[in-house]
């Protein structure tokens, strides 16, 4: 299999907090992690590609140091949403591609965090 | 804005009916990946097709895709009540770049 998990699957906060949400891939390596936001009845923005041992890279607009991530290691991202505000509220996920395929080779999704920040 | 357009934003149909929906972007690809999303759930992979290829099939599922306009259709046969969720057309240039989206329903 090909799975992805994220933790936690939903989490509620006051504003001004700051979140950390999980990727793991379960049963492969993955070098290379994406995150991206989806609001409600919209697509999904892709917020920045997450290389295992090296920076991220964030698209266009999208604040680095309110959106820190960390791949510490080929089964893990994180995505940490400092100072959390209610335009913050979203939903969140994570794909992961297989270490050693080709960077086009399939990605594979985690289920979602929904992010509620009050 | 990173984003293709897909059409028709929304879709309604009767079961057994056939679903087409389209999608456009942007830049050069390497291939064009289909997925389903339920509602508030993550993406499930439906098909890849490679910028060589033409069209390309998997079960009720048909896509082809179109290079020289920057598009791509999914076509679903026979739809089911179960085929009701959100599809999304990605386009593969290293990273996926999502078009809008088609809410698909299916009516029993």
């Known amino acids: 299999g090909a799975v992805v998990s994220q933790h936690p699957s939903w989490v509620i906060c006051k504003s001004g907090t700051s979140v950390k949400i999980e990727c793991r891939s379960l049963?492969?390596?993955?070098?290379?992690m994406f995150w991206y936001r989806q609001f409600p009845k919209q697509s999904l923005m892709l917020m920045a590609t997450?290389?295992?041992?090296?920076?991220?890279?964030?698209e266009q607009g999208v604040e680095k140091d309110k959106f820190l991530i960390n791949h510490a290691s080929l089964t893990l991202s994180t995505l940490t949403v400092t100072s959390a505000h209610p335009e913050d509220s979203s939903f969140y996920i994570c794909?992961?591609?297989?270490?050693?395929?080709?960077?086009?080779?399939?990605?594979?999704f985690g289920p979602g965090t929904r992010l509620t920040v009050l | 804005s990173q984003q293709g357009e897909e059409d028709p934003q929304a879709l309604s149909i009767q079961e057994g009916e056939n679903a087409t929906m389209n999608c456009s972007y942007k830049?050069?690809?390497?291939?064009l990946q289909w997925y389903r999303q339920n509602s508030g759930r993550g993406l499930v992979h439906l098909i890849l097709?490679?910028?060589?290829?033409r069209e390309k099939h998997s079960g009720r599922l048909r896509v082809t895709l179109d290079t020289s306009k920057k598009s791509s259709s999914l076509l679903i046969t026979a739809s089911r009540a179960a085929d009701t969720a959100s599809y999304f057309c990605?386009?593969?240039?290293?990273?996926?770049?999502f078009g809008q989206g088609t809410t698909l329903q299916v009516k029993p």
């Open positions: 097709i490679r910028s060589n290829e």
């Open positions: 794909s992961a591609r297989h270490t050693g395929t080709g960077v086009y080779n399939e990605q594979f």
């Open positions: 997450s290389n295992e041992g090296s920076k991220a890279t964030y």
């Open positions: 049963d492969f390596q993955a070098t290379t």
């Open positions: 830049t050069s690809i390497n291939n």
């Open positions: 990605g386009s593969n240039t290293g990273k996926l770049i």
